[in-house]
């Protein structure tokens, strides 16, 4: 195992784009930190967690959204500050976040967390409803008044399955219409939106306010949309190259000031892709 960790660590440092010094044409669109989803590396972290960590500092990030499995928090943090990784962002789930709020705020604390990411909302998959939705809202509301006295703020990680017509809107209109925006924030995931019939650019910024995470990762051309919130991890390719307006979201989200971002690449050439994901959004200009 430790040797397929070596292999995958000069595979990266291999893989890295050459630095380029001549100067860009126009005003890059991003030049913030660029921050990873731990879910990236699921396969990967089972090998080491320490050793996971030095291929994410290889690659260049500076952020990751929670992680650490059943490794003590505080344990798991000191790994990422040897390493230069915050955590701005924690997640939990939605069952959890409800029942029983306080070992997540206490991990989120550890951590040193703003947010903590609520990924998704149970129920039918292929069948979200207004009474999934309204309960949601209920919970979600109670959830963040929780978190808030306790100095963190909730997320909710859209999933696209909220993009179901409502009304003269969608699901995740009332959602966002009936959350408290005191205690509820969002993440918006680009590919789920995009893959629920969405477009990212126009809820950037319809609800400028409520956004404050983005995933960052796109979409195979040629796939079929649905509600489900579920498709085939080979569909995620490297950024710039699918379906997702992955350049006008990255424009959008910096004018309405997200945040944070993360990559998240589901799919198993994560070596070959994060790299180019990283230099296609630092290559971007106005």
């Not at 660029?34 to 996971?52: D, L, N, S």
């Not at 990411?117 to 963040?144: E, L, Q, T």
């Not at 309405?256 to 050439?269: L, T």
Request: with cysteine.
């Amino acid at each position: 195992m430790k040797n397929l960790l070596i292999i995958l660590t000069i595979l990266v440092i291999t893989l890295l784009p050459e630095e380029n010094h001549a100067q860009q044409a126009g005003t890059p669109v991003f030049t913030g930190e660029i921050g990873i989803a731990p879910y990236t590396f699921r396969k990967v972290f089972p090998h080491g967690v320490a050793p996971t960590l030095d291929i994410i500092k290889n690659m260049g990030f500076t952020q990751i959204e929670g992680g650490g499995g059943d490794m003590d928090a505080r344990e798991y943090k000191k790994l990422c500050d040897e390493r230069g990784l915050s955590i701005p962002s924690s997640g939990a789930g939605y069952e959890q976040l409800r029942d029983d709020p306080m070992p997540v705020i206490e991990r989120a604390k550890i951590y040193g967390s703003k947010y903590v990411m609520c990924a998704w909302i149970p129920h039918k998959v292929g069948s979200f409803s207004i009474d999934d939705a309204k309960k949601a809202v209920v919970d979600f509301n109670a959830i963040g008044k929780k978190l808030a006295e306790n100095g963190l703020t909730l997320a909710y990680h859209v999933h696209g399955y909220e993009l179901s017509p409502y009304g003269d809107g969608t699901l995740l209109d009332y959602i966002m219409e009936n959350t408290n925006p005191e205690y509820v924030s969002f993440e918006m995931d680009i590919f789920w939106v995009h893959f629920g019939g969405g477009d990212p650019v126009a809820l950037l910024r319809k609800y400028p306010n409520r956004w404050k995470m983005l995933h960052v990762k796109d979409m195979k051309t040629g796939i079929e949309k649905n509600y489900t919130g579920l498709t085939d991890p080979t569909f995620d390719v490297t950024l710039g190259t699918g379906q997702v307006d992955v350049e006008g979201v990255m424009k959008a989200a910096r004018e309405i000031g997200i945040e944070y971002y993360f990559i998240e690449d589901e799919s198993d050439r994560i070596m070959e892709q994060i790299p180019k994901s990283i230099a296609y959004l630092r290559g971007l200009t106005y």
